[in-house]
C-alpha cells in the first residue's frame, strides 16, 4: 500500500490538501470572496495534474489511487460546507452534492472495507460531474464577490452546475450495481 510513496503525483495531491486551510483562512479571516474564489477554482482546475503525472512520469502507486480521491473528497465536502457557511450557494444546491457525496463515499468505503471490494476507476461521466461542479462552486463564491462581472460568474455556475448535478446524481445511481458486481465478485474469490 505504501510502495510508492513519495512521487510527484501524490506530493501535488498533498499540496493541493494543504490549500484547504488557506482557502477556510481567506474565505473567513480575511472575507475576500474574490481571492478564495479564483484559490477554490485552482485547487479544482490542478485534480487532473497529479493522474496525468502519475501516468505521464510511470509513477502509479496503490497509495495515491487512495490518497487521491480522498484528498478529492475531502475537499469537496469541506469547500461546500464552506459555501454554505458563507451563505455563497443555495442550499438546496449544496445538500443534493453533499448528499450524493457522503452517500457514494460510505458505499465505496463499506464495500471495500466490509466486503473487500476491489477498487474500480471512476467512469467517465463521474470525471465529467466532477470537473462541472468543481467549476461551479468557485462560480458561486466569485458571483458573490461584489466584482463587476460577478453576474456572469454566477450565471456561468447555473450553466455548469444544473449539468453537473444531474450527471453527478446520476452516476451516484449508476455506481449502484457496480459496487454490487464487485461485491459479488470479492465473495466469490473469497
Known amino acids: 500500500m505504501f510502495d510508492g510513496l513519495w512521487t510527484i503525483p501524490n506530493a501535488i495531491t498533498l499540496l493541493r490538501l494543504l490549500c484547504l486551510p488557506l482557502f477556510l483562512w481567506?474565505?473567513?479571516?480575511?472575507?475576500?470572496?474574490?481571492?478564495?474564489?479564483?484559490?477554490?477554482g485552482a485547487i479544482g482546475a490542478t485534480d487532473w495534474v497529479d493522474g496525468f503525472l502519475a501516468r505521464r512520469l510511470n509513477q502509479t502507486s496503490e497509495f495515491g489511487k487512495v490518497f487521491d480521491p480522498t484528498v478529492d473528497r475531502l475537499l469537496f465536502v469541506v469547500s461546500i460546507v464552506a459555501l454554505i457557511i458563507d451563505g455563497t450557494v443555495p442550499l438546496w444546491f449544496s445538500v443534493i452534492v453533499l448528499a450524493r457525496e457522503v452517500l457514494v463515499g460510505l458505499m465505496m468505503l463499506i464495500g471495500t472495507i466490509v466486503f473487500s471490494?476491489?477498487?474500480?476507476?471512476?467512469?467517465?461521466?463521474?470525471?465529467?460531474?466532477?470537473?462541472?461542479?468543481?467549476?461551479?462552486?468557485?462560480?458561486?463564491?466569485?458571483?458573490?464577490?461584489?466584482?463587476?462581472?460577478?453576474?456572469?460568474?454566477a450565471l456561468a455556475a447555473w450553466i455548469l452546475g444544473i449539468p453537473g448535478i444531474v450527471l453527478s446524481l446520476y452516476t451516484g445511481v449508476a455506481y449502484v450495481p457496480l459496487v454490487r458486481q464487485a461485491v459479488a465478485q470479492s465473495r466469490s474469490s473469497s
Request: proline residues 4%; positive net charge; without cysteine.
Open 26 to 40: 481567506v474565505l473567513f479571516g480575511r472575507e475576500n470572496r474574490h481571492v478564495a474564489a479564483w484559490l477554490l
Open 117 to 153: 471490494m476491489q477498487r474500480f476507476d471512476v467512469t467517465w461521466w463521474g470525471k465529467t460531474a466532477a470537473f462541472l461542479l468543481m467549476f461551479t462552486f468557485p462560480g458561486f463564491l466569485m458571483g458573490e464577490s461584489g466584482m463587476p462581472i460577478a453576474g456572469a460568474f
